[in-house]
């Protein structure tokens, strides 16, 4: 084969072969492919919030090769004519032993006594609410759902009542009686439908689940409130030829800086900690100042003592 990377030309001003394009974008980093990754819950999901911790720290290892989706799963619509034989629930006041078993075994505390007193009617208000941010902002909806868990699993409000969702709302800087305004109007019950239908198209029965699938439609499903191993291995499947790269865990300080308030048993599975080791670690990696240690039904959890505490 002839070298012609001699020959010039004079006009194009280039040695060799000239037939390309004077100006051209390359990208010389390598491709990365990604998945999409569906998280159907609810928010009243007793092994949901008990995945928080896990969820959290997939996200953080791993949340560069995903493209997530939150989608509500609907739960509760009422009380007539709802059963959940397996587990044995068929009134309110069945909940909340099942709710305390969860708590006991997840270590994410849960009371759970509201079942008794105040029973939830149906976990489509806040579920509504959540559309009506998400629509906005999609950060400030996962914001919102975090904060409704906490609301109901740990401090045992009812997340159902108006005035419960405007406070939430009204404490991450928006506008809680307009947003829960909104999410009683028949539009937002739409936007709420097309994620039950997305639910259903992906063969939801159970929540949590979350299911991942590639760029040729190929997927994974994953029911229930697993190990971190799940959804690693998981991702290896669906992105076979993408040599996965845990990211670095994030700094304690930056981490609560993020998320505001962390439980123990959050921190204990981002850092690969014994539950014994929980007060030492915390010393170590924060100064006094910058957090506050509180207790709730037997479980720690910290809050940051930063001035982006009043942002969500």
Known sequence: MPNNKMICDLETGVCG???????????????????????????ICSHCWALEPVLRRFGEQYGHYVNFHTVMGGLLEGWDGFADVKNGIGSPADVAGHWKEVGAHSRMPIDGSLWLHNPILSSYPPSRVFKVI???????ATVFL??????????NQNIAESLVLIDIVNQMGLDGEAIVDHAELPAAQQLLEQDFDLARSLGVRG?????????SNQGVKIVGARQLEYYVKGLEQI??????????????AQLLEKETRLFAKEVEIMYD???????SFIQEHLPPEAYTIHEILGEQYIEGNFRANSRP
């Open 207 to 215: 929540f949590p689940t979350i299911i991942m699938t590639n760029e």
């Open 134 to 140: 998400q629509q906005q902002n999609e950060h400030l």
């Open 17 to 43: 072969t000239a037939d390309e394009e004077s100006i051209q974008f390359i990208d010389l980093k390598p491709s990365k492919k990604k998945a999409d990754l569906y998280y159907i819950t609810d928010p």
């Open 146 to 155: 975090r904060r409704a868990k906490e609301a109901v699993f740990a401090h």
């Open 273 to 279: 900690l014994e539950r014994n080791q929980f007060d």
């Open 239 to 252: 992105l076979p030829s993408e040599s996965l790269q845990a990211k670095p865990l994030p700094e304690l």
